[in-house]
T-cell receptor, first 115, second 116 residues
Framework: GEDVEQSLFLSVREGDSSVINCTYT??????LYWYKQEPGAGLQLLTY?????DMKQDQRLTVLLNKKDKHLSLRIADTQTGDSAIYFC???????????????FGQGTILTVHP | DGGITQSPKYLFRKEGQNVTLSCEQN?????MYWYRQDPGQGLRLIYY???????QKGDIAEGYSVSREKKESFPLTVTSAQKNPTAFYLC???????????????FGEGSRLTVL
């Protein structure tokens, strides 16, 4: 079945850039997502990228997709203490009708931002 | 405002008791999901439903049950058969209609269940 892997921890200093990495196994993934989870809360969609793109930028967020290596990354520029959270990578295969909306999640990366 | 409401936010249960977690959405989404979150393990799918009166087991359905009598509601019952029920439970929903989005999930705020 599909598998999504992330490193568990990342620690950065305030103002630096953060890069969170993710690898996945499903070569037919159609969308890849980054979700953010603050303590004790649900997940919020940060951004997504369609599989035929290799980069997407949205304000401080840059998503890079290397489809050949099945590698996805999220770069947060000028990281702030409010960015401290768990970040989840997820993928979906929306090619088939019954799988639309079913996502496979990574374990989550805990980002800690130090003042 | 449209969204997903989970209740209760915190729940304590004695061993041997069944508990039901509520999930309601007003996003007019066809599909609803229940995930369990444990530290370092990410999200694991318990059950999902794509249409009223129908649902499918996810990866860890043992010890859980669900119902989908209304489009807006998808309650999860954690039964006494669930061996390790202490966890954070997340409900989500999504559209199944192409052209209305990427199929991303919208999440509730979660319910934390602690078994004493």
């Amino acid at each position: 079945g599909e598998d999504v892997e992330q490193s568990l921890f990342l620690s950065v200093r305030e103002g630096d850039s953060s890069v969170i990495n993710c690898t996945y196994t499903d070569s037919s993934s159609t969308y890849l997502y980054w979700y953010k989870q603050e303590p004790g809360a649900g997940l919020q969609l940060l951004t997504y990228i369609f599989s035929n793109m290799d980069m997407k930028q949205d304000q401080r967020l840059t998503v890079l997709l290397n489809k050949k290596d099945k590698h996805l990354s999220l770069r947060i520029a000028d990281t702030q203490t409010g960015d401290s959270a768990i970040y989840f990578c997820a993928e979906s295969n929306n090619a088939g009708g019954t799988s639309y909306g079913k996502l496979t999640f990574g374990q989550g990366t805990i980002l800690t931002v130090h003042p | 405002d449209g969204g997903i409401t989970q209740s209760p936010k915190y729940l304590f249960r004695k061993e041997g008791q069944n508990v039901t977690l509520s999930c309601e959405q007003n996003l007019n989404h066809d599909a609803m999901y229940w995930y369990r979150q444990d530290p370092g393990q990410g999200l694991r799918l318990i059950y999902y439903s794509q249409i009223v009166n129908d649902f499918q087991k996810g990866d860890i359905a043992e010890g859980y049950s669900v119902s989908r009598e209304k489009k807006e509601s998808f309650p999860l019952t954690v039964t006494s058969a669930q061996k390790n029920p202490t966890a954070f439970y997340l409900c989500a929903s999504s559209t199944l209609r192409r052209g209305l989005g990427t199929g991303e999930l919208f999440f509730g705020e979660g319910s934390r269940l602690t078994v004493l």
